[in-house]
């Protein structure tokens, strides 16, 4: 059966209206703090994938951190993976939003070139912001399962995935207000100090590969609120990388330069984050994004745009002609949380020799590489320069093995084994080790007449072939 909103009033009244969706649900078994059934109380414990919100980043200081919903969500029930995390935000009125998420294997190698549907006005959630992700509009959330809208988005190289937030035209269109400002960003939400859905104005995201048990997710809710007399101007402020993700593990940091590698070829999202000293966002802020800056010696041959409402981007091409110019320039404007989100696409087809770690020093000679860098307008801007490096993966071919006869000849063919051993047996002829030392291996065995079995054997594969030798 399914748990109705009714039903869900059991738990508490702030828990039932941010609830989200509730699965279907039949056998005795139960958890012992659920209220509710839980026919298998592991189902959810081994997540298939991760999906991480990673732009806007948020902490205790700038978001409210739902441990309890987490909790009752994942330990008490069994309804969504193990791991799903539960942030709350305030936006303010008018602004635009790039969640930018990153998806994993369980193992956290990215999920690359991956669908990712972003569950808007999620049901059971009672959100009422009638918002646009990627220009299609969620509806409020129904009283169901069912959700405002699934907005279908794909992840890039390393499995990160943008979808454009844009703020409802009208708070009160579907029975809410737009509230005054918080006191503070971690302060309750008027949907949770109330009780009552209709004194706020909000919208819960979800972002789901394999399903609602199977993934291991973080929930979203933006709460808008009035923005009116808001300072949006900064004096000073620092520009960093939000996405990729990027630490010691994976990138060589510098002074003021943050150096990775990407595949030749390879398009990926980059998301640049604006702060204040303070640690606060420079919101709706104009900023310049200059590729390939000026002589800077970058030589990687790109196209570049910015992530625009419909969450695609036109690609402009950089100027490889110019090395006293920057070779192109995306002019726009920050979001809610500070972030500036495009697509850098490389378009050669020949780089760098593929590194042995991901921290691996970049080479002296023979580098491909992008030099880009953000500049917020009329603000002192203290930015890290993001410079890529593209290498040419190694391409590694598959092993095969074929047999074939000609007269009294048996031949095996081996291809793209070097130093590997292979046993090989035949009817009648001892059998033999062979370690191919070309691309292509040939090995040719003379036989009697009569019935032949060949056997090529190696790393638990075999090749078993009958021949009639006349």
């Known amino acids: 059966m399914t748990v109705s909103i009714k039903k869900l009033s059991a738990i508490t009244a702030t828990l039932m209206l941010s609830l989200v969706g509730v699965g279907a649900i039949s056998a005795p078994a ?71 998420f990153q998806a994993t294997k369980p193992n956290g190698d990215p999920l690359a070139f991956t669908k990712v549907t972003l569950r808007a006005n999620k049901g059971y959630s009672s959100s009422n912001a009638a918002v646009r992700v990627n220009g299609i509009k969620a509806r409020p959330a129904p009283s169901t399962a069912a959700d405002g809208a699934n907005v279908i988005g794909t992840t890039d190289v390393n499995g990160n995935v943008t979808f454009v ?6 708070c009160e269109a579907y029975g809410g207000v737009l509230p005054a400002a918080p006191t503070s ?99 709706n802020h104009p900023v310049k994004i200059k590729i390939n800056k000026a002589n800077s010696g970058a030589n990687a041959k790109l196209t570049a745009g910015l992530i625009g409402v419909t969450g695609s981007a036109i690609p402009l091409p950089a100027d490889a002609t ?16 500070g972030n500036v989100a495009f697509v850098l696409t490389n378009t050669d087809t020949a780089g760098e020799a593929k590194p042995a770690t991901k921290t691996t020093p970049v080479p002296t000679e023979g580098a491909v590489f992008a030099s880009i860098v953000g500049e917020l307008t009329g603000t002192t801007t203290n930015a890290i320069t993001y410079e890529p490096h593209f290498y040419k993966p190694v391409v590694v071919l598959p092993i095969t093995v074929s047999a074939t006869a000609s007269g009294k000849k048996i031949s095996v063919t081996i291809k793209n084994a070097i130093g590997k051993n292979f046993t090989v047996t035949i009817t009648g002829l001892k059998k033999v080790t062979v370690k191919p030392t070309k691309a292509t291996q040939v090995y040719t065995y003379t036989v009697t007449k009569g019935s032949k079995t060949v056997t090529v054997s190696a790393d638990g594969r075999t090749l078993t072939k009958k021949f009639s030798i006349k």
């Open 30 to 100: 139960q958890a012992a703090d659920c209220k509710y059934p839980v026919e298998n109380q592991a189902a959810n414990d081994n997540p298939k994938a991760n999906i991480r919100l990673i732009s806007p980043v948020l902490t205790d200081d700038n978001s409210i951190r739902r441990y309890d919903f987490e909790g009752s969500f994942t330990i008490d029930c069994d309804w969504f993976g193990v791991g799903m995390r539960f942030n709350q935000v305030y936006v303010p009125f008018g602004l635009t939003t790039n969640l930018t």
């Open 165 to 170: 937030v844009q703020s409802p035209a009208d």
């Open 322 to 337: 110019k090395t006293a110019e920057d070779q192109l320039v995306l002019t726009g404007t920050t979001d809610a949380f």
């Open 185 to 283: 960003p971690s302060a309750d939400t008027p949907n949770d100090e109330n009780a009552d859905p209709a004194t706020d104005c909000f919208s819960q995201f979800l972002p789901s590969i394999t399903g609602e048990k199977t993934d291991s997710a973080d929930f979203i809710e933006l709460h808008y609120f009035n923005s009116t007399g808001l300072d949006y101007s900064a004096e000073e402020a620092n520009l960093s990388v939000a996405a990729p993700f990027l630490d010691d593990t994976n990138s060589i940091p510098g002074d003021g330069l943050l150096q990775t590698y990407a595949p030749v070829g390879s398009k990926q999202i980059v998301v640049f984050e604006a702060k204040r000293l303070d640690g606060s966002f420079v919101r």
